[in-house]
Structures are given as structure tokens and as C-alpha cells.
């Protein structure tokens, strides 16, 4: 599986934007990019997930570098119920159904 | 339906002693996902169902450890003769195909402790 590499911890002030990076610098043409998020004592979430095109939903925004090599995850006004530890993970469009999670990005929100 | 259920939500056993944990996933899920997590790092995973059907077994997966989904609906999983290494979250997740990138919906996992 083609790996990812996230910062140990970011913090960020509540109402503020947060922009959560993320590299993939082996990433293949089928990888999708997939963000889950674990809440404190609770399984992780889905958020978002994308493959080329910039994608927005209801609870965040995923922007891909052109090259694909990168790619960030944007909270647009940060609450403290987004204090999570937040995974990007590479998922082939071809039958890997398994997650590979990394140790993820610890965001702490300060009030 | 309320989502990915898991039974218990803690167990606390002896070195030596089998559990067994069980997963309800999402209605009409026909993908069951096993994970671990230890403290500190990602969930791993373990093994995963399509129905009935176990398709793909980690390496994770020890003899000591099974897995089963006999009606493709809930799903098991036994460790016989637990080690304290075993101490760890275990977590099981239900998709719907046939999207392959379709989401994973996790459920709020076991906590098992071997003393």
C-alpha cells in the first residue's frame, strides 16, 4: 500500500480555519484519498474522500495538489467537537477493501 | 437503525481465557470489517467478510484468533487463549457494496483487557 505522512499533532484556535496536510508522494493513478477521523473513545469516521477534483462536503473540504502528491483537509470553522485525531488514508479504486490507517494528525482546538 | 453495534464494550480477562466479542453492523451491510488498536497508533486490520464469506485474513491474524459471520449478519470474533498482548480496542466497521471506496461505518469497539 502506498504510504501517507501526517504531522504527530497540529492545534488550532475554535472558529478558525484548520487545514490538515497530508503527502503521499507514491501514490498510484487508482489510489483514492480517503479521510477518517476518531473522536475521543469512538471509532473512527468517515469525512471525505476524493481522487482528483477538490471536494467539498458538509463536514469539510479535500484539496488535491495537481500532481496528486499531497493533499489537505480544510475544517472551515473548527469546534471543539472536531478535536480528533485525523487519518489520510490512500484506498486503490480496485478492490482493496481493507483501511491502512497511520498514526494520524492528534487536532486539539483551543477555546 | 442506529449503526455499527458491538458487544461488550469492555472485557477484562485472565491470561489464558478465551472471549469472544460480537458485532452488529449496519442492516443490509454485506461488508464486515475486523480492526485492532493499540494505544497510541491507528486501528490495523485484522480480517473482513463479504456476507458469509471471509475473504481476506491479516497476518495479524493469529491460529488463536477466528472469525466468523455464519448468516451473513453479525459477526463473531473468538481469541482462545489470551495474551496480554492482546490488550487492545477491537473495532468492527460495515460497508455496502458495490462501490469499493464506499465508507467504512465503524462501531464504538470492544476494549479488551488480559491481566
Known amino acids: 500500500d502506498a504510504k501517507t505522512t501526517q504531522p504527530n499533532s497540529m492545534e488550532s484556535n475554535e472558529e478558525e480555519p484548520v487545514h490538515l496536510p497530508c503527502n503521499h508522494s507514491?501514490?498510484?493513478?487508482?489510489?483514492?484519498i480517503h479521510w477518517y477521523r476518531q473522536l475521543p473513545s469512538q471509532g473512527p469516521e468517515y469525512v471525505i474522500h476524493?481522487?482528483?477534483s477538490n471536494v467539498n462536503n458538509r463536514m469539510a473540504s479535500l484539496a488535491i495538489a495537481e500532481d496528486r502528491k499531497s493533499s489537505t483537509l480544510i475544517l472551515h470553522r473548527a469546534t471543539l467537537r472536531d478535536a480528533a485525531v485525523y487519518y489520510c488514508?490512500?484506498?486503490?479504486?480496485?478492490?482493496?477493501?481493507?483501511?491502512?490507517f497511520g498514526t494520524g494528525t492528534r487536532l486539539t482546538i483551543i477555546p | 437503525d442506529t449503526g455499527v453495534s458491538q458487544n461488550p464494550r469492555h472485557k477484562i480477562t485472565k491470561r489464558g481465557q478465551n472471549v469472544t466479542f460480537r458485532c452488529d453492523p449496519i442492516?443490509?451491510?454485506?461488508?464486515l470489517y475486523w480492526y485492532r488498536q493499540t494505544l497510541g497508533q491507528g486501528p490495523e486490520f485484522l480480517t473482513y467478510?463479504?456476507?458469509?464469506?471471509?475473504?481476506?485474513k491479516s497476518r495479524l491474524l493469529s491460529d488463536r484468533f477466528s472469525a466468523e459471520r455464519p448468516k451473513g449478519s453479525f459477526s463473531t470474533l473468538e481469541i482462545q487463549r489470551t495474551e496480554q498482548g492482546d490488550s487492545a480496542m477491537y473495532l468492527c466497521?460495515?460497508?455496502?457494496?458495490?462501490?469499493?471506496?464506499?465508507?467504512?461505518?465503524f462501531g464504538p469497539g470492544t476494549r479488551l483487557t488480559v491481566l
Open positions: 442492516s443490509e451491510h454485506n461488508r
Open positions: 476524493g481522487l482528483t
Open positions: 467478510f463479504q456476507n458469509e464469506a471471509q475473504l481476506e
Open positions: 488514508i490512500l484506498r486503490d479504486e480496485f478492490g482493496n477493501e481493507k483501511l491502512t
Open positions: 466497521a460495515s460497508s455496502h457494496t458495490p462501490d469499493s471506496y464506499n465508507e467504512q461505518f
Open positions: 507514491t501514490i498510484s493513478g487508482t489510489d483514492y
